[in-house]
């Protein structure tokens, strides 16, 4: 109901409904209808994916996974807010034991995880959407409780995130991965990007974004490293070129999506030259054909009079890549509209108007 609500898909289907129903008289104002397409309302196909609208549903940590295992329950819950041909990311889930920093947040890396996932992503289905799963490894953002044997977080570095005042958080000192071990993380994705295969997903999202690990090594605020992960840009995104390609090879491109949020600060993860980063990033997706997505995070936005006021930074991404874009980060029914008829972004990812709906 929420979804309906919160982008009129609802009074969209009354109002074409009245019309076909009523008398002659009727029968321009139903033209109307028809001829004004709500932008977010237009199919939009990727590859396999005929898309029936361009409104995504963003993904949304909900920490109701107990022990990393997702519940039954998710079905609900994303079920309500899957749409025939609709397009949906799920929750960030962790690939392995060390990718926690969240409470009970889900994982894809046991056999209990993926067959859990699949009475989920089957409730989905039947509403005839599309399920991608988001692959994340948060990195240094986790603490060593979060940890197997309560071991230090990992990460591009072995700097620890400045503690904030204001909530009182403390993430504990990572340990910077060794050269030798950064293969074994890589396996850690492509493995979770086969198990969400096996569990249903139609495909997954990998989380480039937000200063979790994968963006520890692309940034230059957190990577410190001397050895090929690091120093300059292309070896700094080398560990996500290596996460990326290892997860084409094994699901194939047209079921691989990304996030990434190159202008992004969160969690002391930030770049001297986020518009060099981001270009670099969308050059390495262009070399996989059928690549099915792109999606990018607006710069930090400021509220007026309650509204966000969107920077749309990603104009030149946009342009630069060659499938899918979506864009997320501050936008409502009419930013949305107007991003899609511009041709800024192909598909539109709402975060917390999801979040509070249905
Ligand atoms: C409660 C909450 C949980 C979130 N969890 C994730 C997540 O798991 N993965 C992710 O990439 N982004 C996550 N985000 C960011 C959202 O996907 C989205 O980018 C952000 O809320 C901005 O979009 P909005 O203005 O439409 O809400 C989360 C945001 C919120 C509010």
Same mark, same amino acid.
Request: glycine share 8%.
């Given at each position: 109901?929420?979804?309906?609500?919160?982008?009129?898909?609802?009074?969209?289907?009354?109002?074409?409904? /009245?019309?076909?129903?009523?008398?002659?008289?009727? &029968?321009?104002?139903?033209?109307?209808?028809?001829? +004004?397409?709500?932008?977010?309302?237009?199919?939009?196909?990727?590859?396999?994916?005929?898309?029936?609208?361009?409104?995504?549903?963003?993904?949304?940590?909900?920490?109701?996974? *107990?022990?990393? &295992?997702?519940?039954?329950?998710?079905?609900?819950?994303?079920?309500?807010?899957?749409?025939?041909?609709?397009?949906? !990311?799920? +929750?960030?889930? %962790?690939?392995?034991?060390?990718?926690?920093?969240?409470?009970?947040?889900?994982? !894809?890396?046991?056999?209990?995880?993926?067959?859990?996932?699949?009475?989920?992503?089957?409730? !989905?289905?039947?509403?005839?959407?599309?399920?991608?799963? /988001?692959?994340?490894?948060?990195?240094?953002?986790?603490?060593?409780? $979060?940890?197997?044997?309560?071991?230090?977080?990992?990460?591009?570095?072995?700097?620890?995130?400045?503690?904030?005042?204001?909530?009182?958080?403390?993430?504990?000192?990572?340990?910077?991965?060794?050269?030798?071990?950064?293969?074994?993380?890589?396996?850690?994705?492509?493995?979770?990007?086969?198990?969400?295969?096996?569990? #249903?997903?139609?495909?997954?999202?990998?989380?480039?974004?937000?200063?979790?690990?994968?963006?520890?090594?692309?940034?230059?605020?957190?990577?410190?490293?001397?050895?090929?992960?690091?120093?300059?840009?292309?070896?700094?995104?080398? $560990?996500?070129? +290596?996460?990326?390609?290892?997860?084409?090879?094994?699901?194939?491109?047209?079921? !691989?999506?990304?996030?990434?949020?190159? $202008?992004?600060?969160?969690?002391?993860?930030?770049?001297?030259?986020?518009?060099?980063?981001?270009?670099?990033?969308?050059?390495?997706?262009?070399?996989? /054909?059928?690549?099915?997505?792109?999606?990018?995070?607006?710069?930090?936005?400021?509220?007026?009079? %309650?509204?966000? /006021?969107?920077?749309?930074?990603?104009?030149?991404?946009?342009?630069? $890549?060659?499938?899918?874009?979506?864009?997320?980060?501050? *936008?409502?029914? +009419?930013? #949305?509209?107007?991003?899609?008829?511009?041709?800024?972004?192909?598909?539109?990812?709402?975060?917390?108007?999801?979040?509070?709906?249905?």
């Amino acid at each position: 109901a929420g979804f309906s609500d919160s982008f009129g898909i609802a009074s969209y289907w009354r109002c074409t409904a /009245q019309s076909a129903s009523s008398s002659h008289k009727m &029968v321009a104002s139903k033209m109307m209808v028809a001829k +004004e397409a709500i932008p977010l309302l237009t199919p939009h196909k990727i590859g396999r994916f005929e898309l029936s609208h361009r409104v995504v549903l963003a993904p949304l940590t909900r920490c109701r996974s *107990y022990t990393n &295992v997702p519940q039954p329950h998710a079905a609900l819950y994303y079920s309500q807010r899957a749409t025939e041909g609709g397009l949906l !990311v799920a +929750e960030a889930t %962790g690939v392995s034991a060390t990718a926690q920093g969240y409470p009970e947040t889900p994982g !894809v890396w046991t056999q209990q995880q993926v067959d859990a996932w699949k009475p989920i992503v089957d409730a !989905v289905h039947r509403k005839g959407a599309f399920f991608f799963c /988001q692959l994340s490894h948060v990195g240094r953002v986790s603490t060593n409780d $979060f940890q197997p044997d309560g071991q230090a977080p990992i990460s591009s570095t072995d700097k620890q995130i400045t503690p904030d005042a204001e909530s009182g958080m403390v993430y504990s000192k990572p340990r910077q991965l060794q050269t030798e071990e950064i293969p074994l993380i890589v396996d850690d994705f492509r493995r979770a990007a086969r198990n969400a295969i096996e569990s #249903g997903f139609d495909g997954v999202e990998i989380h480039g974004a937000h200063g979790y690990l994968l963006e520890q090594f692309m940034k230059d605020s957190s990577n410190d490293r001397t050895d090929e992960y690091g120093g300059n840009l292309e070896n700094r995104c080398r $560990f996500a070129v +290596e996460v990326i390609d290892a997860i084409v090879h094994e699901i194939g491109a047209d079921r !691989v999506g990304i996030r990434l949020s190159p $202008f992004v600060d969160y969690m002391d993860c930030f770049d001297s030259d986020p518009h060099a980063l981001g270009m670099y990033m969308v050059q390495q997706l262009n070399k996989h /054909q059928g690549f099915v997505y792109c999606h990018m995070v607006e710069p930090r936005m400021a509220i007026v009079d %309650g509204r966000s /006021q969107i920077p749309h930074g990603l104009l030149p991404f946009r342009k630069s $890549f060659n499938g899918t874009f979506i864009a997320a980060g501050g *936008y409502d029914r +009419e930013e #949305g509209n107007k991003v899609v008829a511009d041709g800024y972004a192909d598909l539109v990812a709402y975060g917390r108007i999801f979040y509070l709906s249905g």
